[in-house]
């Protein structure tokens, strides 16, 4: 798995190629240090993680956004992979201007450090509502 970084341009650019006047649905697939780098007084990665977290609800929610829902990994029942993940959370943007605008904001780069250092990895999947069946 690929240690948590920032996107890449060319991610960047595949995002805004979506829809650019509806919510975008951003699907974070989190897996967790055991032990938080830094200096966290021996918290594990999840624990230094929620510290951002708590710090990015707020700010995401300030600008329209919204944390819909957060979940442990239990078990996988169908597929394969080589990641492991920890935590899966849904987080709500007003669009994906926003999005990129949040995410690249001196605030979040403030508040960035516990997220570096409790993550071991992280997928970011960007998604857009559709009707099934």
Same mark, same amino acid.
């Given at each position: 798995?690929?240690? &948590? !970084?920032?996107?890449?341009?060319? !991610?960047? =650019? ?5 829809? &650019?006047?509806?919510?975008? #649905? ?15 007084? %021996?918290?594990? %990665? !999840? =624990? ?11 700010? #995401? =929610?300030? /600008? ?6 957060? %979940?442990? #990994? ?31 904001? &001196? ?5 960035? /450090?516990?997220? &570096?250092?409790?993550?071991? %990895? ?8 559709? =009707?099934?069946?």
């Amino acid at each position: 798995m690929k240690i &948590a !970084q920032y996107p890449e341009p060319s !991610q960047i =650019e595949a995002l805004m190629k979506g829809p &650019a006047d509806t919510p975008v #649905v951003m699907l974070n697939l989190l897996s967790f240090k055991n032990r938080a780098d830094g200096g966290n007084d %021996g918290k594990s %990665g !999840q =624990e230094a993680y929620d510290l951002y977290a708590r710090k990015m609800r707020e700010f #995401v =929610e300030s /600008k329209g956004g919204r944390f819909i829902w957060a %979940g442990r #990994v239990d078990s996988m029942v169908i597929g394969e992979s080589d990641a492991d993940f920890d935590v899966i959370g849904l987080v709500e943007y007003p669009n994906r201007k926003a999005f990129v605008e949040i995410a690249s904001s &001196a605030h979040v780069q403030e508040i960035g /450090k516990d997220r &570096a250092d409790g993550l071991a %990895g992280q997928w970011l999947i960007a998604t857009t509502e559709t =009707e099934l069946g």
